[in-house]
């Protein structure tokens, strides 16, 4: 049994419905749309919440994480503040100069678009700091963080539209899928955690989608699952079987901040369908009421 969008506005966390008492359907979920129809719904979605924007960056204060929040107007945080204006500011002049550049002969375009586009990849947080932290090498811990962190707020925010319209799947999340499976696959690890952020939540539901396809049902029983201020349009989990409740993975949870656009454009706008036919986000989504920034959720 599951309640309406009203009865459970001022709870702290919402809940999908189950897969009980599903019926034969008429069309697809909205998610298995067309590329362009999912493209022009999220062009839609992104214009539907464009006043949230500015929750993004505030409240400026107070920085309830002392130095760990990032606005926190430290050294470092202000460093990466100042390259990320520059490199916002760039990006957009790139992004206006492709149509007042587009007389250029074809392969000087071409050159020229081709030296913006970033080269990234995985890269670890591991250091002399982490490593002096207590061991738990029977433990698997992967974190995929999310907007903003090498190739700038425009090209993030273009390539979440690709992936969410495509399911296109870039290097990381390949490169990560091998890590998880890798992980899953290794009997002397009793526990696989993977913390997604952001626009890798998009991410981690592809790779959740992968591993469903492939794994053995007691691998993915090792797997815990976290998701902050979630940019996907689904995220799979069905059940084990008719007569029970229990889920392939076990353990779910999505934190949100309610009005944080990251998570009106993602997890919130996608659990608010309170049919299973229209619903494919499993699991609960943990609402912070009145929260504002991505960063509180992380909080």
Same mark, same amino acid.
């Given at each position: 049994?599951?309640?309406?969008?009203?009865?459970?506005?001022?709870?702290?966390?919402?809940?999908?419905? &189950?897969? *009980? !008492?599903?019926?034969?359907?008429?069309?697809?979920?909205?998610? $298995?749309?067309?590329?362009?129809?999912?493209?022009?719904?999220?062009? #839609?979605?992104?214009?539907?919440?464009?006043?949230?924007?500015? +929750?993004?960056?505030?409240?400026? +204060?107070?920085?309830?994480?002392?130095?760990?929040?990032?606005? +926190?107007?430290?050294?470092? %945080?202000?460093?990466?503040?100042?390259?990320?204006?520059?490199?916002?500011?760039?990006?957009? !002049?790139?992004?206006? &100069?492709?149509?007042?550049?587009?007389?250029?002969?074809?392969?000087?375009?071409?050159? @020229?678009?081709?030296?913006?586009?970033?080269?990234?990849?995985?890269?670890?947080? *591991?250091?002399?700091?982490?490593?002096?932290?207590?061991?738990? =090498?029977?433990?698997?811990?992967?974190?995929?963080?999310?907007?903003?962190?090498?190739?700038?707020?425009?090209?993030?925010?273009?390539?979440?539209?690709?992936?969410?319209?495509?399911? +296109? !799947?870039?290097?990381?999340?390949?490169?990560?899928?091998?890590?998880?499976? %890798?992980?899953?696959?290794?009997?002397?690890? #009793?526990?696989?955690?993977?913390?997604?952020?952001?626009?890798?939540?998009?991410?981690?539901?592809?790779?959740?989608?992968?591993?469903?396809? *492939?794994?053995?049902? =007691?691998?993915?029983?090792?797997?815990?699952?976290?998701?902050?201020?979630?940019?996907?349009?689904?995220?799979?989990?069905? @059940?084990?079987?008719?007569?029970?409740? &229990? &889920?392939?993975?076990?353990?779910?949870?999505?934190?949100?901040? *309610?009005?944080?656009?990251?998570?009106?454009?993602?997890?919130?706008?996608?659990?608010?369908?309170? $049919?299973?036919?229209?619903?494919?986000? !499993?699991?609960?989504?943990?609402? %912070?009421?009145?929260?504002?920034?991505?960063?509180?959720?992380?909080?």
């Amino acid at each position: 049994m599951y309640s309406s969008p009203d009865s459970d506005s001022e709870l702290p966390y919402m809940e999908p419905p &189950s897969n *009980e !008492a599903l019926e034969p359907i008429r069309k697809p979920p909205p998610y $298995t749309g067309t590329p362009l129809f999912l493209f022009l719904s999220d062009i #839609k979605l992104f214009f539907q919440n464009f006043f949230y924007l500015p +929750y993004l960056f505030i409240p400026l +204060y107070p920085w309830k994480s002392g130095p760990f929040c990032e606005l +926190y107007p430290c050294r470092e %945080n202000l460093i990466g503040i100042t390259i990320h204006c520059i490199l916002s500011a760039t990006q957009f !002049a790139f992004l206006v &100069s492709l149509f007042t550049l587009s007389f250029l002969p074809t392969f000087e375009y071409i050159g @020229y678009v081709g030296v913006f586009f970033p080269s990234s990849g995985l890269k670890s947080t *591991e250091d002399g700091f982490t490593r002096s932290w207590p061991r738990h =090498d029977d433990e698997a811990w992967i974190f995929l963080n999310g907007i903003c962190v090498d190739a700038g707020v425009f090209f993030d925010l273009i390539q979440c539209l690709i992936q969410r319209a495509l399911l +296109y !799947a870039t290097q990381d999340v390949r490169e990560c899928y091998i890590l998880v499976k %890798n992980a899953l696959l290794d009997d002397h690890k #009793k526990k696989v955690i993977l913390i997604l952020h952001s626009q890798c939540g998009i991410e981690g539901g592809m790779i959740i989608d992968w591993l469903l396809d *492939e794994m053995p049902l =007691d691998k993915l029983q090792k797997l815990e699952v976290y998701t902050f201020s979630n940019l996907a349009n689904h995220f799979s989990n069905p @059940y084990r079987g008719n007569g029970t409740r &229990s &889920s392939v993975i076990p353990h779910i949870e999505h934190h949100v901040n *309610e009005k944080d656009f990251v998570c009106r454009f993602g997890v919130l706008n996608f659990t608010r369908h309170y $049919t299973q036919n229209e619903n494919r986000f !499993a699991r609960k989504v943990f609402i %912070n009421r009145g929260g504002a920034s991505a960063e509180s959720a992380l909080s």
